[in-house]
C-alpha cells in the first residue's frame, strides 16, 4: 500500500498552532505510517519543532512578505507564492488540509494534486477544497474545532490533549536559573496587544502577597521577543524585600523557555500563547482573561488545574483590569491546595 504523505497548511500565530497539535494527534493516530508535514510561518515554527506527530516543519515567511510594498513586493509575493506551490506540488501529497480561512493555501491545497483536500466551507476558494466542513471558525471550542477540520481529511480520534515536546538535549533547568528552588511559579505578562494585558503594579502587588505565604517560593519573569521591558517593569514594582526571590528570564529560546514553564509550580497567563504552551506541557495555570472569548477559547478545565479568572466586559474588549488581586490570590489558593499532577 502507498504511504500516506498529508500537509497541513496553517498561518495562525503560536497559540493556535499549539492548540492544533490536539489535531496532528489525531491525525497520527489514523495515519501512524503516514509523513506528515505542516507548513506555517517561518518566524514560530519553531513551537512545532520537536512535535512528534508530525515529521517536518515547513517555515515560510508570511509576515515578512505582507510588509512589502509596489511592484517589487507584488513581485516577490508572486515568487513565493509559486515557489512554495511547486514544491507542494513535487512531494505528491496524498491529503491535505487547509485549517484556516486563505485564498493562498487552497490554491495550494489544489495544485498540489491530492485527492483529498480537506478545509472549511465558508470561503471564496473552497471550491478548490473537496472534502469541507461547514462550521464557522468561532463558532465554538477551538480544539473541537480543530478536531473536526482534521476529521475533512480522515483523523476520527477526538481526544483533546495538546503537545509541547521539550528535547533530550535541551538545557536543563539548573543550568538556565542556577538559584532555582523547589517551588517556583512563572508569569508571562505579555500578550499581543496592550489591553490584553495586566498592569505592573498589580503583578508586583501579587508576588509579594504570593512571595510573602512562603520563604521558600519564587517567581520567574518570562517573555515573548521584545517584552523583556514588560519584565523588567514588573520587576520594579516588585517591593525590594522580595527581588532576591524574584528572576528575569526574557526573551530566551522558546525551548528554554519550555523548559522553565514545565518546571513550574503553576504559570500566571494571559490571553496569549504562554497559556497554551503551559497547558501543554501539564503546567497548571491561571490564567486573566474576558469573559466573552471563553466559549472559543477557555480550553481547559480546573480537572486538569487550568483555573481561569475572567473579566465581564463589552465583547470585543480585552481589558481585564477590573480582575483584582485579591480574586487572583483567592484562586492562588485553591490551585495551590489541589495535588500537583503528575507532569507530561
Not at 75 to 87: E, G, I, N, P, Y
Not at 112 to 129: E, V
Request: charged share 20%; net charge positive; proline share 4%.
Amino acid at each position: 500500500m502507498k504511504r500516506e504523505r498529508i500537509l497541513i497548511t496553517s498561518q495562525k500565530l503560536m497559540g493556535d498552532l499549539i492548540v492544533q497539535t490536539a489535531a496532528f494527534a489525531a491525525l497520527r493516530k489514523r495515519f501512524p505510517s503516514a509523513e506528515i508535514i505542516v507548513l506555517c510561518e517561518e518566524r514560530i515554527s519553531v513551537a512545532l519543532s520537536t512535535n512528534r506527530d508530525i515529521d517536518a516543519v515547513w517555515g515560510v515567511p508570511f509576515a515578512a512578505s505582507k510588509s512589502l510594498r509596489g511592484l517589487k513586493g507584488l513581485w516577490r509575493k508572486a515568487a513565493l507564492f509559486f515557489s512554495w506551490a511547486r514544491r507542494i506540488r513535487a512531494q505528491r501529497f496524498s491529503r491535505v488540509l487547509v485549517t484556516d480561512y486563505n485564498d493562498k493555501a487552497c490554491l495550494w491545497a489544489f495544485f498540489s494534486g491530492a485527492a483529498i483536500r480537506g478545509g472549511l466551507k465558508h470561503q471564496s476558494m473552497s471550491f478548490l477544497l473537496n472534502h469541507l466542513l461547514a462550521e464557522k471558525e468561532g463558532s465554538g471550542d477551538y480544539i473541537d474545532f480543530y478536531l473536526k477540520l482534521a476529521g475533512t481529511i480522515g483523523a476520527t480520534s477526538m481526544a483533546r490533549r495538546t503537545s509541547f515536546y521539550i528535547p533530550d538535549d535541551a538545557p536543563k533547568l539548573q543550568r538556565l536559573i542556577p538559584e532555582i528552588g523547589k517551588i517556583y511559579f512563572v508569569i508571562h505578562p505579555g500578550a499581543s496587544t496592550p489591553e490584553k494585558r495586566w498592569s505592573a503594579m498589580n503583578w508586583g502587588r501579587l508576588i509579594s502577597k504570593i512571595l510573602s505565604l512562603n520563604s521558600g517560593y519564587q517567581m520567574i519573569l518570562v517573555s515573548g521577543p521584545g517584552e523583556k521591558a514588560l519584565c523588567d517593569d514588573v520587576y520594579a514594582a516588585v517591593p525590594k524585600t522580595f527581588n532576591k526571590r524574584v528572576c528575569v528570564f526574557a526573551e530566551r529560546p522558546l525551548i528554554e523557555t519550555a523548559v522553565v514553564m514545565q518546571g513550574a509550580r503553576l504559570a500566571f497567563c494571559l490571553d496569549s500563547a504562554s497559556r497554551h504552551i503551559a497547558a501543554a506541557l501539564g503546567t497548571a495555570t491561571i490564567s486573566l482573561v474576558t469573559r466573552w472569548i471563553l466559549p472559543t477559547w477557555g480550553l481547559y478545565s480546573e480537572n486538569e488545574s487550568h483555573y481561569i479568572l475572567a473579566a465581564d466586559v463589552p465583547r470585543d474588549s480585552y481589558n481585564i483590569e477590573r480582575i483584582s488581586v485579591n480574586e487572583v490570590v483567592a484562586v492562588f489558593h485553591r490551585a495551590i491546595g489541589k495535588p500537583r499532577a503528575a507532569k507530561r
